[in-house]
């Protein structure tokens, strides 16, 4: 059983291993004598990362095992949480010598002495030869013992069984449509034993002999001992389940829960391997089992456990790179500022010297002297300002090169962050092939899974909420979909049935199409079924055509199916599926042809991260619509607006749909009035339409989101924010809950003409908002622009302070916490200074502990308050109580 295949990089690992070799005898002689010196530490840590490094690359696990154990032990020494010996040195230096052999030896020289003898190394040093169970009482459950095992090498074992159960689940379902096919086996074995000898380093017993029996059963169907068939398929892939939930469970709790499943999956699995017929077993209830522990090594650093918590995205190497070169070169580039700002001094400083010397030249102009004596002077001052001119054309020259050279920067690393977000389509697709082939087989039924497009890159939040609605729409292609193996037989079609997953770009959009082979969708069943449920009458339902027929198959609680099962039936789906795909931005329809299938067409965006939308002023200020989530922009003519009672409406395409004002919604002033036409967004979902009348629409434009602040709560009818390119901010609208409140409106009758002017106040209340948040400042601003302050914004405690100087207002509301100028310094100022101490303050902070509160009302503020007072009406109420109404 080799462990290696040849690799053209063998002679370059064999090089970097000899001189690593060198650099750990060194350093392990140093520690011998000098257990804490830094620099032998230091030294052997990157010794032995690079090992494993090299090791990996040429698929050599135990050498990369055994270079985790040693650096897992230094990294503790280091930490100061354990203390090197002499006699632990040399017990290191005997496991370095098992990888000597391997600086020398050829690919096809490696064998199973050499990696016994270095995995034997890793397990001494592991501590596996120290750890015994205690003896079990009689007719007591055997106790668990799980081995000491530092938490770093337990998290490179999760991830090592993550990729190589995922390899068993995908080369087992390939094995089972080529059984005999040699090339399919062969890295079946290879994955189990990689797995036997990363379970053996971690005293998985358990996991060892299960993983040696699987590898045992590819190892005999590779020598045609033994033919797999579907059965034996089913008793291979529970297994690889039993193994992969090592990648999530505790350790201990999967020994303890697992132990009498494992021991009778390797017992069937061992039979297997010796040609005995043998049958998928179900899942063996645990006893309870009380676990030995032996105590950790070392203790993982404190915070390391809330750490593990936080999310992990996987980003590629050459990423990564490419991230580091822009990030260095926007260094680079800002770094030139500073130059070119002390340029722009001397420049100043030249000016200052033409204007003095233009002044004595005037002088001398005013007293009379004779024209000989003024050449002089004017000559050095000509001198002087052809020097400003030269300097100053230079310093533009260098100005423009630099701001072309720092937005294609800019661009560059921008759109380098978004690919970091992008993971390709296979990513989230490991699992579905499985689903397919289970799903089939529990239903008498075969089938397979083609996919295509698996390369394709899709934003990683995209990915993960995917896996939802594309499970239930394999499962229905499976249970709904495909027909039984007979009824395919009689209108001869093959006894298996092909779903296919096909996924592109297309129209700056990812589209994924799910589709079968199948019998299609019988139209008249669900006119019927239309029909006995009374959502519609017979005779509407007859006039419907196809189209309008399928979109009732996403209503919720509708099915088609006769009777209800495991899989079907209950009406619950493609509702969820459509709902999931909405809330990011997506949508599905079905298209069906009788006898050859039906297919699911979903559209969603590419990544999250970045929308095209639609931006339109209301109340003279910028709003962004997703352009996915906009059915039309319409420019309505005013004699085309009909109103009935107090509902205002205009026919589109035959239908009448209701008219809003986006003011209104949003609790902004009235905009001015269009002359003739008005311009309206057209907004639906599965209620109907509805049409927003905005002030004026200002184009197209690609947003990078950023989230409102969670301190904010739930903003209504908002979703986010972003900058356009003036460096504006920009409010982006959440299309669902507006139309919900439009709904509201056009059912309470409160609406508000589209004809009515605003007359508005002659003097508006000003007030200034002072904070370091922009999302802060900008919801802030908005609230009060509603309620009809005029509202001027400052970015730190100094800009207000500069502001409330230079202008006057009714009111201050400020932050705490602020770089520059705090808050509590920022009010002491204004009430130390005779003009201003009488302008209200109001502190708005996150701070919501009694001695914050008792602070900021100390340093003369009227009121204090959180943040979460945005959403009710205390804020608005403290303001109204200061100073009154707009």
Known sequence: MTDIEPDPMLELFRSELTQQLAVLREAYAVLADAPTNAKALAEAGQALHTIRGASRICHLDAPARLAIVLDAELAAARAGTTSLTAQRCNDSLAAVATLEPLAALQAEEWNDEIHQAIVAASQSLAGESEVTAVAPAEESPTPICVVAVDHSLVEL?????????????????????????????????????????????????????????????????????????????????????????????????????????????????????????????????????????????????????????????????????????????????????????????????????????????????????????????????????????????????????????????????????????????????????????????????????????LATEVDRDILDKLEAPLTHLLRNAVDHGLESTERRAATGKPAEGVIRINVRHRAGMLAIDVGDDGGGIDIEVIRRKIADRKLATADMAARMNEAELLEFLFLPGFSTAAAVTETSGRGVGLDVVQDTLRKIGGSVNVTTRPGAGTTFHLSLPITLSVVRAVLVEIAGEPYAFPH??????????????????????????????????????????????????????????????????????????????????????????????????????????????????????????????????????????????????????????????????????????????????????????????????????FVRRIREDGQLKQVPVIIVSYKDRPEDKIRGLEVGANAYLTKSSFHDHTFLEAVTSLVGKA
């Open 157 to 453: 074992f999760r991830e090592e069984v993550r990729s190589h159960a995922a390899g068993l689940n995908g080369g087992l379902l390939q094995l089972e449509r080529e059984p005999t096919n040699p090339q399919r086996i062969e890295p079946l074995m290879r994955a189990a034993h990689s797995l036997k000898g990363a379970a053996r380093i971690v005293g998985l017993d358990p996991a060892v002999k299960l993983a040696h029996e699987m590898e045992d059963a590819f190892v005999a169907a590779q020598a045609g001992r033994i033919r797999l068939t579907s059965t034996d398929i089913d008793l291979l892939l529970q297994g690889a389940d039993v193994l992969a939930a090592l990648a999530d469970e505790d350790l201990s709790e999967w020994q303890r829960k697992r132990l009498a499943e494992v021991t009778q999956l390797s017992g069937a699995i061992s039979g297997l391997a010796r040609g005995e017929s043998v049958a998928a077993l179900p899942p063996t209830p645990v006893p309870v089992v009380e676990p030995v522990i032996v105590e950790p090594v070392a203790e993982a650093p404190a915070g390391s456990i809330a750490e593990s918590a936080e999310a992990v995205v996987r980003v590629t190497a050459q990423s990564l790179n490419r991230l580091m070169s822009l990030a260095g070169e926007s260094l680079v580039q800002a770094r030139w500022l500073q130059p070119f700002t002390s340029s722009l001094l001397r420049l100043k400083k030249h000016q200052d010297t033409l204007t003095v010397q233009l002044d004595q030249l005037a002088q001398r102009v005013a007293t009379g002297p004779a024209s000989d004596l003024l050449e002089s002077p004017l000559a050095d001052a000509r001198q002087q300002l052809n020097r400003c001119r030269q300097i100053l054309g230079e310093r533009i020259g260098e100005f423009e090169n630099h701001a072309g050279a720092a937005e294609d920067l800019n661009s560059r690393l921008y759109r380098e962050v978004i690919v970091s977000r992008m993971r390709p389509f296979s990513d989230g697709a490991g699992g579905f092939p499985r689903l397919v082939r289970d799903t089939a087989r529990r239903l008498g039924k075969q089938a397979r899974l083609d996919i295509h497009g």
């Open 628 to 825: 996915n989530r906009i059915n039309r922009l319409l420019r309505v003519a005013r004699s085309d607006v009909h109103s009935i009672e107090h509902r205002q409406f205009v026919s589109v395409d035959g239908q009448h749909v209701g008219l809003v004002l986006a003011s209104q919604l949003l609790d902004l002033p009235a905009g001015r009035a269009a002359e003739d036409h008005l311009p309206v967004v057209l907004l639906s979902d599965a209620s109907g339409q509805y049409g927003l009348i905005v002030d004026t629409f200002r184009g197209e434009q690609d947003l990078v989101v950023r989230p409102l602040d969670p301190r904010l709560g739930k903003v209504p009818n908002l979703s986010a924010a972003a900058i356009l390119d003036d460096g504006s901010p920009v409010l982006i609208a959440d299309v669902e809950d507006m139309i919900r409140s439009m709904d509201q409106f056009i059912q309470s009758g409160t609406l508000q003409r589209c004809d009515q002017r605003s007359t508005g106040p002659a003097a508006k209340k000003r007030i200034l908002v002072v904070d370091d948040s922009i999302t802060v400042r900008e919801v802030q601003r908005q609230i009060l622009r509603t309620h009809g302050y005029e509202v001027e914004v400052a970015v730190d405690g100094q800009d207000g302070w500069n502001k409330v100087r230079a202008s006057s207002f009714d009111l201050v509301v400020s932050d705490i916490d602020m770089p520059r100028m705090g808050g509590l310094e």
